[in-house]
């Protein structure tokens, strides 16, 4: 016993612990799906809470793979503009060179990263929040599971409206930027984003308080990283880091020149990535036209207090006690300044990504909730060690039960998945039929084909295949509501024959795939076509390619 708190007493012993802890957790779901699927099977072990983005990531790395460094968005079939990405180009050159399914390169790079997670959440709690060790790491474990109210107002919800829309449900139950929790269940693309969102201001707050071109230069250089792959944080980024400097100069009725310098240098260093991906907007539309449809509103003010709960609350209050007592250490001031800078963002009216603002929000949220707690406890002397000890677990369960319950339906949807009972498990638990129809399609065919495919299965091509769908992901594929529309007028009627030929000309399909969900959408019998060929066939699959000659 005597070893084992010896060993949790070191930092990196306590840190390579937590991680074991978190990984177990966070892949027991993933190990459960793999342990109850059936030999007719492919499982692709897909995130249960935004299954169908799934496929866009393989896409990523199924172009790289074959060679390709720089990307294309394989849900526009109109569209062959290339852009960089260097996260994706990491991970798709790990499964090129180590020979690995996409599949597998996505889960490794999540196990990869979590611990990266860990330790950036560890360090900027451990700089802001100006308690003992042992305090810092139970704010530390605290910001791990601290979640909303959802759980409780969910089931109301349900009463209300049988399967409602997500705009009406707490973000806690289904939104990764909502908790940390959510976060280690995302994909690892998120996992580095929030990361590096803690780094940077682990190292901007160094650098402002000791006055280090250095600190600038890693916080930029983080910075430059991080917006080269996730542009949705330039906002967060650049306004925390201005409006604390502001806020300083405030306090201190003057602003220093070397303080500007440090700044400048910081956002100099990180502006190459910003001006890259504003050219990426100018150069194509189709890039313009998904960041105008790609949406992410922040809830209602109710919800949003819902979904953050007590920790909001405690948070507040905490602002408030140092408000009137007139109190503010640099650190509780960048602290307050993260926070509400959050919040702002969250809610202006001309960013349509609003929602991504929330990114890394939960790490100032802990530390004042905390700071609250911490305050309660004092006031509670009184109380023995033990009933201190017990109200603080009953605390603490009762605030992370929205986590609890987010993770009991990470196994509900793989067991319902894996009997097709639940919208989307065939993108979960493909029928090795349709991947062996893939498999030969991505052997098969160039990288200048496009194949017409129901929007089920146009989602899971280009993430099993790396090549070009008409229609796919909802926000991937530009003009996504009347592409479906399309093409289900497509597969509705045996008839009007020149007018498909028509419309498969003039978006450059060379080929269609008919399986069971295509049926589903009509009449349509391609066997009966002069304009067909028949390429590939088994039980589930046929694939055609178009013969206008």
């Not at 922040?298 to 920790?311: A, D, R």
Request: charge should be positive; charged fraction near 15%.
């Amino acid at each position: 016993m005597a070893s084992i708190k010896k060993i949790l007493a070191n930092d990196f012993y306590f840190l390579v612990f937590i991680s074991l802890v978190v990984i177990i957790i966070m892949e027991a779901p993933v190990i459960y799906g793999a342990l109850i699927n059936d030999k007719n099977h492919y499982y692709t072990g897909l995130n249960t809470i935004a299954v169908i983005d799934g496929p866009v990531y393989l896409s990523y790395i199924e172009q790289v793979k074959v060679g390709h460094f720089l990307f294309r968005d394989l849900f526009n079939s109109n569209d062959d503009f290339r852009f960089f990405n260097p996260f994706w180009l990491v991970v798709g050159l790990a499964a090129k060179i180590f020979r690995l399914s996409g599949v597998f390169t996505l889960q490794l790079f999540r196990l990869i990263l979590i611990p990266l997670f860990l330790l950036a959440l560890y360090k900027i709690i451990t700089l802001l929040l100006a308690e003992n060790k042992i305090r810092q790491r139970i704010c530390f474990i605290f910001s791990l599971i601290i979640s909303g109210l959802g759980i409780f107002i969910y089931p109301l919800i349900l009463a209300g409206s049988g399967k409602p829309d997500l705009d009406k449900v707490p973000i806690d139950l289904w939104a990764y930027e909502a908790n940390n929790f959510m976060v280690l269940r995302y994909y690892p693309h998120a996992l580095l984003a929030i990361s590096l969102i803690f780094l940077i201001f682990y190292y901007f707050y160094q650098a402002i308080a000791i006055k280090s071109y250095q600190k600038s230069i890693r916080a930029g250089i983080l910075a430059l990283i991080l917006f080269s792959f996730h542009p949705f944080q330039i906002p967060l980024i650049y306004g925390v880091t201005l409006i604390y400097v502001l806020v300083l100069a405030v306090k201190n009725k003057k602003l220093d020149f070397k303080t500007i310098k440090i700044y400048g240098l910081f956002f100099l260093i990180s502006l190459a990535s910003v001006i890259y991906y504003f050219y990426q907007i100018l150069a194509n539309e189709n890039i313009f036209l998904k960041a105008i449809q790609n949406t992410n509103w922040t809830p209602s003010p109710f919800l949003f207090i819902l979904s953050f709960g007590f920790g909001l609350i405690l948070a507040l209050y905490y602002i408030y006690y140092l408000g009137k007592n007139k109190k503010f250490s640099h650190t509780q001031i960048f602290v307050i300044v993260w926070f509400l800078t959050n919040i702002i963002l969250a809610y202006l009216p001309f960013l349509n990504f609003q929602r991504r603002m929330l990114g890394g929000f939960m790490a100032p949220l802990s530390i004042l909730a905390f700071s609250s707690l911490i305050l309660i406890s004092d006031k509670m002397r009184e109380l023995a060690k033990a009933t201190k000890f017990f109200l603080g677990a009953i605390l603490l369960f009762f605030l992370s039960l929205s986590n609890l319950f987010v993770y009991s339906q990470d196994f509900k949807f793989l067991k319902q998945a894996a009997l097709a009972n639940v919208e989307h498990s065939d993108l979960v638990y493909v029928d090795k039929q349709i991947k062996e129809a893939l498999d030969w399609y991505k052997k098969t065919v160039a990288d200048s084909d496009i194949i017409l495919a129901s929007y089920e299965r146009g989602n899971l091509i280009p993430g099993l295949t790396g090549k070009k769908v008409f229609l796919g992901h909802p926000i991937e594929t530009v003009g996504f509501k009347g592409k479906r529309s399309e093409i289900e007028y497509f597969f509705a009627f045996n008839v009007l024959d020149s007018e498909k030929i028509k419309f498969l000309q003039q978006n450059k399909i060379t080929y269609i795939f008919y399986s069971d969900f295509e049926k589903k959408l009509g009449l349509y019998s391609p066997a009966e076509k002069s304009y067909l060929q028949e390429v590939f066939k088994n039980d589930k699959a046929i694939i055609y390619r178009i013969n206008l000659n």
